[in-house]
């Protein structure tokens, strides 16, 4: 099969999710939640979980709920050191360059937090871009209103010519239904829900080396 798009998304995807940086992620949800609303902090934890499935993210949760500020909201809980949670991934770098269809950084995150993260593990240059929030009017995944603005800006016609990495099940469902092939990243295992699961990226060329004869 050709393909000649490939959409990676960005957290506990592009690094393995052992490195504690989404954990510490949504720890920071938890504290602006708990300033903004009020509420104990076991409350927190199950609302943000709720807001999760029902919205696809926090964030849009809370806009369905409070008036917040996107840019304040979104600066709060990337304000991390990265470097202590990620490092520089020179294999990961060789294995995105090597492939010779069109890459895209696709995720629910800002385009700010994207930058910092692609920047310390060295692989800035191996996207055509980077399709955030903002690029998609806030949309998120797992709305199908997402996957469409994300080809738009990406100039793809046709999602059965795309691939998209994703960590989350609940986020290639939805694509799946569209047409991308999906690959589920950082599991075990084969998921029904998906078309292909690899326990790392490292490990794209042993698992899907026809990737290595596409492109344009």
């Known amino acids: 099969m050709h393909f000649r798009s490939l959409y990676f ?41 709720s807001y999760l499935e029902q919205f696809g993210t926090t964030l849009r949760g ?3 709920h ?23 991934d020179p294999g ?7 492939l010779p269809q069109h890459r895209w950084v696709f995720t629910n995150a800002d385009v700010n937090h994207a930058r910092r993260v692609l920047k310390i593990l060295g692989i800035a240059d191996c996207f055509d871009g980077i399709i955030d929030i903002r690029a998609i009017d806030f949309a998120c995944k797992p709305e199908k209103i997402a996957y469409q603005r994300a080809l738009v800006v ?3 016609d046709d999602p059965t010519g795309c691939v998209i990495f994703d960590d989350a099940v609940r986020n290639l469902a939805p694509a799946r239904e569209m047409g991308f092939y999906t690959v589920l990243v950082g599991k075990n295992g084969a998921e ?6 690899i326990t ?7 698992c899907m080396p026809d990737l290595w004869q596409d492109g344009d």
């Open 192 to 197: 029904p829900a998906v078309d292909r699961t």
């Open 66 to 88: 409070y008036e917040v500020d996107a840019d304040e909201y979104l600066a709060f809980v990337h304000d991390l050191p990265l470097k202590n949670f990620i490092h520089p």
């Open 9 to 49: 998304d960005l957290d506990d995807t592009l690094y393995p999710a052992s490195s504690g940086l989404w954990d510490a992620i949504r720890e920071r949800m938890n504290v602006y939640m708990q300033r903004l609303i009020g509420l104990p902090r076991s409350e927190i934890v199950s609302l943000r979980q």
């Open 154 to 156: 990406a100039q793809d």
């Open 62 to 64: 809370l806009q369905a």
């Open 92 to 98: 990961l770098g060789s294995l995105l360059r090597s």
């Open 200 to 206: 790392s990226l490292h490990d794209l060329k042993g």
